[in-house]
């Protein structure tokens, strides 16, 4: 069984069109969390949702609007994408409060605008 | 920036030589933790060390913490091909509710 999934996989785009992730934990995590990882591999967090509340916004365009509508569920949607936000976005969770739990993955959703 | 360094950025390695990288961050913390990421593929948790711990043990891991240098170095014993893969640091900075990921090491071990 999957323990953290995302969809889809691949995503190709133009610039100006909008566009969602979705990410589903069967782990019973309470907290969920959206990354960005740039080309050069650098990994930042972009949001964290802890039972369905926003606890970090990490200075993201509000193009970029986390939608959690239970706590196994974290999608991201994002409005009018530009070249920059080509990248890889990954979904994570973990038991609690991430400093001092392990976080588990997903796969990854490969985003090219072009 | 709260961003981790390490170095090296690039390690290639014969198999069953050991691996050894580095994490140096800059600010204060309640624990670092370790990833792996093969290509195309998500993270992995390898270890958790904690604020309070200076050595930690995982099969063929070891990894160190020096919070007065503020470093960390993990050791990947007697490696195989399959440990070929990216590998970061991610700190519990004190006072901020997320993790802060270093910038890697791309480790290559060559059968």
């Known amino acids: 069984d999957t323990a953290v999934s995302q969809t889809p996989k691949y995503l190709v785009t133009q610039m100006g069109n909008d566009k969602s992730i979705k990410c589903e934990q069967n782990l019973g995590h309470d907290t969920m969390y959206w990354y960005k990882q740039d080309s050069k591999k650098f990994l930042k967090i972009m949001f964290s949702y802890n039972n369905k509340e926003l606890i970090i916004n990490e200075t993201v365009p509000n193009r970029f609007s986390p939608k959690s509508p239970d706590k196994a569920h974290l999608n991201l949607h994002i409005n009018s994408l530009e070249l920059g936000d080509s990248a890889v976005y990954f979904c994570?969770?973990?038991?609690?409060?991430?400093?001092?739990?392990?976080?588990?993955f997903g796969p990854g959703t490969r985003l090219t605008v072009t | 920036s709260q961003q981790g360094e390490e170095d090296p950025q690039a390690l290639s390695i014969q198999e069953g030589e050991n691996a050894t990288m580095n994490c140096s961050y800059k600010?204060?913390?309640?624990?670092l933790q370790w990833y792996r990421q093969n290509s195309g593929r998500g993270l992995v948790h390898l270890i958790l060390i904690r604020s309070n711990e200076r050595e930690k043990h995982s099969g063929r891991l070891r990894v160190t913490l020096d919070t007065s240098k503020k470093s960390s170095s993990l050791l990947i014993t007697a490696s195989r091909a399959a440990d070929t893969a990216s590998y970061f640091c991610?700190?519990?900075?004190?006072?901020?509710?997320?993790?802060?990921f270093g910038t890697g090491t791309r480790l290559l071990v060559s059968p």
């Open positions: 994570a969770s973990s038991q609690a409060w991430a400093g001092g739990y392990e976080q588990y």
């Open positions: 600010t204060s913390i309640n624990n």
């Open positions: 991610a700190t519990d900075v004190l006072g901020f509710q997320k993790l802060v």
